[in-house]
């Protein structure tokens, strides 16, 4: 299998595919991998858009990109669709990955089964700490950030994730991408500044949490307002009002009138 670094396919940006698109595909490919391995054969758009939380009109557009429009009565191939996705974004190759930072969050990325069943191989585990060197985190050695360069030479990887805290982020970026480095999901809470040419996909949680809670304030503030009082006492009576009898009209012969008031 090739490599990210040696063997590069033509990609999605060169082929014109929308990066909104782009961004749908993962979903697509994990609805379609939980399909597969309930071995359902054939999926329909309106199925397949619902378990990926799109429209299917969207979904029969982004599917056209990549020239698969599916059968009429009988939907798309599920492991044929799952293959091209895979092609697409480049799961088909062995993509080494280097972690740095090994603290609590950069351990639970290197113990994440996920990355293994999607192309992705955590090649080294790098920290600045001299007492977590050698020590084995999911297996993974830990060595030091001395060894980077080194390291990512030797694996030939060009996908980076930094799980550092926030003062060290612009740095260990720096040196990731000097090293070769061009792709770089970053995890520390800042804003990493690259060159161009150098992909970053920024992972926030505490971003995403205040998401939810202006989300959860707003529908509290939705909630509809108490009833009001009802009051129960019956309806007081309408007052009285004074009716003065008058004797009809005449008509000019001394008659009623010939149309009478309704």
């Not at 029969?60 to 429009?69: I, T």
């Not at 980077?148 to 694996?155: A, H, P, T, V």
């Not at 990731?176 to 970053?186: D, F, K, M, Q």
């Amino acid at each position: 299998m090739a490599t990210g670094r040696n063997h590069r396919p033509a990609t999605s940006r060169s082929r014109g595919i929308p990066e909104a698109t782009v961004a749908r595909l993962p979903l697509y490919l994990r609805a379609l991998t939980a399909l597969s391995e309930r071995s359902v054969p054939t999926v329909s758009s309106e199925e397949l858009a619902s378990a990926a939380g799109v429209n299917s009109a969207k979904l029969r557009k982004d599917f056209s990109y990549l020239g698969s429009y599916g059968t009429r009565g009988v939907g798309y191939d599920v492991e044929y669709l799952v293959y091209q996705i895979s092609r697409e974004l480049g799961l088909t190759q062995d993509w080494p990955v280097v972690i740095v930072g090994i603290g609590n969050l950069g351990a639970a990325l290197a113990n994440y089964g996920g990355f293994a069943s999607r192309g992705f191989r955590v090649a080294a585990l790098i920290d600045a700490d001299p007492g977590l060197s050698g020590k084995p985190v999911a297996g993974i050695p830990v060595q030091h950030t001395d060894e980077l360069e080194k390291i990512i030479d030797d694996n030939g990887v060009s996908i980076g994730v930094i799980a550092t805290p926030a003062g060290a982020a612009q740095q260990v970026c720096d040196r990731l991408v000097a090293a070769g480095i061009t792709s770089i999901l970053n995890f520390a809470p800042t804003v990493l500044s690259v060159p161009e040419g150098v992909d970053v996909r920024k992972v926030d949680l505490s971003i995403e949490l205040q998401i939810l809670a202006f989300h959860e304030q707003r529908k509290a503030g939705e909630e509809p307002a108490s009833a009001p009082e009802v009051d129960t006492a019956p309806p007081a009576a309408p007052p009285a009002v004074a009716v003065t009898k008058r004797p009809p009209e005449s008509g000019p012969d001394g008659d009623l009138p010939a149309v009478m008031p309704a």
